[in-house]
């Protein structure tokens, strides 16, 4: 496995995000290092989605007046303001869907050149470049998508679209990897072809923040677990510690039965 970066990637101090008139995010306190390997867990409406798009730089926190609240602090790879064009450059998200769902008139290949630019097409004033060829080439064997390179989007499986979104957020940098629920609408099969593909990248150095409700994704190499509740962490530490059927009966408000095989957890 490669060894991990000490440099920092995120550090979040007192972070609190309002979405409408709702306050989805409070206090949120948390530093992730280039290259960890995470998962964020917990039930639908606690807040993980919205604190991967203040990641982003999507939503952004809120300031109280009250100069006696502690300090709001949000930092991505050392900056505190970001071009956005260039913070997705360093950093790949893998959303749902391929943004602006291009389907009949893009090919595999080329919904991979869009992450470059980080628009939904190839549009005629963007200029590919011959190293830019040379780098999508590299990502879809990385991906093993050489063979859907020329397929139509519209015209994959689910597990193809999202091995190609992968290759999207790769191309431009391979230092961390945002994962929003990437298993939904999967079926088995693509499921695991996933988890074989994630694996594989975290074992050559790509960071990964995982966010997701299904146990089951969460690979071996991941070895640190968050745990939202409500809008906030409730719980961050080593996997073997976190992963317990008590402690996820406790998240999801169920009886939960758990169990260990091959670095895998399976829950019902």
Not at 37 to 61: F, R, V, W
Not at 104 to 113: K, S
Not at 172 to 190: K, Y
Request: hydrophobic share 40%; charged share 20%.
């Amino acid at each position: 496995m490669a060894p991990q970066s000490t440099e920092t990637f995120l550090h979040l101090s007192h972070v609190n995000v309002a979405r409408g008139e709702t306050i989805v995010l409070h206090d949120i306190n948390l530093s992730v290092n280039a290259g960890e390997h995470i998962a964020i867990l917990g039930p639908n409406g606690c807040g993980k989605s919205t604190l991967i798009k203040t990641i982003t730089c999507e939503c952004y926190p809120f300031v109280s007046p009250d100069p006696a609240e502690p300090e709001t602090e949000v930092s991505i790879f050392g900056r505190t303001r970001w071009d956005l064009t260039e913070l997705k450059k360093r950093l790949g998200v893998v959303s749902p869907e391929l943004p602006g769902r291009p389907t009949l008139t893009t090919t595999g290949r080329d919904a991979v050149l869009t992450g470059f630019f980080s628009s939904s097409t190839l549009w005629p004033n963007l200029t590919v470049t011959d190293e830019m060829q040379a780098r999508a080439d590299e990502v879809l064997k990385l991906i093993d998508a050489d063979t859907i390179r020329d397929k139509l989007v519209g015209h994959m499986s689910a597990g193809q679209q999202r091995r190609i979104m992968i290759g999207r957020a790769l191309v431009a940098s391979s230092q961390m990897l945002l994962l929003d629920e990437p298993s939904n609408a999967l079926d088995l099969s693509a499921q695991t072809e996933l988890r074989h593909l994630l694996r594989r990248l975290a074992q050559q150095g790509t960071g990964i923040l995982l966010i997701t409700h299904h146990v089951s994704d969460i690979i071996p190499e991941i070895d640190r677990i968050l745990m939202m509740k409500d809008g906030r962490i409730v719980a961050d530490g080593p996997k073997s510690e976190l992963l317990t059927a008590p402690r996820l009966s406790s998240l999801f408000h169920t009886p939960i039965d758990l169990t260990h095989k091959d670095g895998f957890y399976h829950a019902w």
